[in-house]
Nanobody, 125 residues
């Protein structure tokens, strides 16, 4: 079992970069796929990016962030990163990370059993 925790959110301007971190307790962190989801104000939560377990050989991205966001993992640090470049105002959302044992890192949400509380990202124009 793992308990994800997000950090790194904040207020940035359009075009800026930000890196989110998802850390989790537990000795078997590498057994878990990790994905980032976000919930914009007044909208449904949506998949952003995911990375597979066992070293993260596979990663997946929503079309809206392809080419701008990069997900990576460092299992020695029990951490998954989401590097967000060239941010846009419509990236504004609460970002959650979630864990799925032996998962691929793909949507949908029901694949993920463990969720963090979220971190706010606000992009001003």
């Amino acid at each position: 079992q793992v308990q994800p925790h997000e950090s790194g959110g904040g207020l940035v301007q359009a075009g800026d970069s930000l890196r989110l971190s998802c850390t989790a307790s537990g000795r078997t962190f590498s057994d878990y796929a990790i994905a980032w989801f976000r919930q914009p104000p007044g909208k449904e939560r949506e998949f952003v990016a995911g990375i597979s377990w066992n070293g993260g050989a596979r990663s997946y991205y929503a079309d809206s962030v392809k080419g701008r966001f990069t997900i990576s993992r460092d299992d020695a640090k029990n951490t998954v990163y989401l590097q967000m470049n060239n941010q846009r105002p419509n990236d504004t959302a609460v970002y959650h990370c979630a864990a799925s044992k032996y998962g691929l890192g793909v949507p949908p949400e029901y694949e993920y059993n463990y969720w963090g509380q979220g971190t706010q990202v606000t992009v001003s124009s």
